[in-house]
T-cell receptor, first 113, second 113 residues
Framework: GEDVEQSLFLSVREGDSSVINCTYT??????LYWYKQEPGAGLQLLTY?????DMKQDQRLTVLLNKKDKHLSLRIADTQTGDSAIYFC?????????????FGTGTRLTIIP | AAGVIQSPRHLIKEKRETATLKCYPI?????VYWYQQGPGQDPQFLIS???????DKGSIPDRFSAQQFSDYHSELNMSSLELGDSALYFC????????????FGPGTRLTVT
């Protein structure tokens, strides 16, 4: 998406941590999301963070939000081969007449054995 | 728990034909959203409906139309299909006023030959 940017590719060794970054432009973004998409499959919601938070942790996943810099990151600890996928960040600032999720360009995560 | 149902899951059409995609939201969800994901691209919002009325509109071509019915299911009608319409079409649903909690269906893969 033109308002949400991500790096296109990331390669990580199995067992290492992966950090996927995202920048967005809409300062009114209220909710920010991370989705995972495996080849030919649908969108799996991994986690989301409300804009008044700066960190959220859920098992191997840690989301960091820097609202000042409009920067969102997803850290995957102990990366496994099953983590290979495309990861999309997305944002929404829901209000009347604006209900769309805006997705980033997606980062393809490749795991090196 | 019941999820969003989309049918068909796969559809092959020829250029200039018409296609109809269906979406059945999660029970009690009254708002439906449609997204289009072209090959190698991020999902793009097309249109959304609440209580059978269009609630938000994105970059939906004039050849496409959509509606929501009294049982809240929605249909996306695409006419004069072009090769560039080949994509994965996602439907999502939510409760009204909860656009930040959109639940995605598995998608319909449309191939135009």
């Amino acid at each position: 998406g033109e308002d949400v940017e991500q790096s296109l590719f990331l390669s990580v060794r199995e067992g290492d941590s992966s950090v996927i970054n995202c920048t967005y432009t809409d300062s009114s973004s209220t909710y920010l999301y991370w989705y995972k998409q495996e080849p030919g499959a649908g969108l799996q919601l991994l986690t989301y963070i409300f804009s008044n938070m700066d960190m959220k942790q859920d098992q191997r996943l840690t989301v960091l939000l820097n609202k000042k810099d409009k920067h969102l990151s997803l850290r995957i600890a102990d990366t496994q081969t099953g983590d290979s996928a495309i990861y999309f960040c997305a944002e929404i600032s829901p209000n009347f007449g604006n209900e769309k999720l805006t997705f980033g360009t997606g980062t393809r995560l490749t795991i090196i054995p | 728990a019941a999820g969003v149902i989309q049918s068909p899951r796969h559809l092959i059409k020829e250029k200039r034909e018409t296609a109809t995609l269906k979406c059945y939201p999660i029970p009690r969800h009254d708002t439906v959203y449609w997204y289009q994901q072209g090959p190698g691209q991020d999902p793009q919002f097309l249109i959304s409906f609440y209580e059978k009325m269009q609630s938000d509109k994105g970059s939906i071509p004039d050849r496409f139309s959509a509606q929501q019915f009294s049982d809240y299911h929605s249909e996306l009608n695409m006419s004069s299909l072009e090769l560039g319409d080949s994509a994965l079409y996602f439907c999502a649903s939510s409760l009204s006023g909860r656009a930040h909690e959109q639940y995605f269906g598995p998608g319909t893969r449309l191939t135009v030959t």
